[in-house]
């Protein structure tokens, strides 16, 4: 079983970039030149239970305009002259109340491209348990804790296809019910995995 150490270690002097079988989109970000990508970051929050960790993911709200309904980690846009870091933190506080002193951050992975126009950063923290959390109404609908174990195990990430834009692309996907988690969150969770793999 992978531990919070093991991240924290594993991660301690990694480069973004450095890992050549890493994602770096899914197929429907492929078309993006990159001068119009928005530059964006996520918090990959690992709970560290004593009896296995999770991840803490979200589920947007279904009235949203973009995304609705889809499971995600905590995250957003950059606003002006943020770091990744900072927007991250900033975002997982407004999304779920987790406060930036709760987080230590162990690191980043590999950006990812999405095909809504996105450069997502992911920063990868470590949470205490016992976090009084409470979703943002408009944005969120639900949290749910994901067991590392199960999310960093290659058995269940899936490769998908659809037809999109009048070709087939390809995506993946974290085998997990009930929760059906997809597309550029899936996709970082399978970097992470790869990436932890990497440096065992």
Not at 21 to 30: H, I, N, P, V
């Amino acid at each position: 079983m992978i531990t919070p150490d093991e991240v924290r270690r594993r991660l301690a002097d990694y480069t973004p970039g450095a890992f050549s079988d890493r994602l770096s989109a899914d197929d429907y970000g492929q078309d993006r030149p990159p001068q119009a990508l928005k530059p964006a970051a996520v918090l990959i929050p690992i709970i560290a239970h004593p009896d296995g960790a999770t991840l803490l993911m979200t589920v947007r709200n279904e009235r949203m305009n973009r995304h609705a309904g889809q499971v995600a980690f905590p995250g957003g846009r950059a606003d002006a002259g943020e770091t990744p870091v900072e927007t991250a933190l900033r975002e997982a506080e407004e999304e779920v109340g987790l406060s930036p002193r709760s987080v230590e951050v162990v690191g980043r992975i590999d950006d990812y491209t999405t095909g809504t126009g996105y450069l997502i950063t992911p920063i990868v923290g470590i949470v205490a348990p016992g976090q009084h959390l409470t979703p943002h109404e408009a944005e969120v609908s639900d949290m749910f804790e994901l067991p590392l174990e199960r999310a960093l195990n290659g058995d269940y990430h899936i490769e998908n296809s659809a037809e999109w834009r009048g070709r087939v692309r390809t995506y993946y996907s974290v085998d997990w019910e009930p929760q059906n988690v997809w597309g550029a969150t899936a996709g970082i969770i399978v970097n992470l995995s790869r990436i932890l793999a990497a440096r065992a």
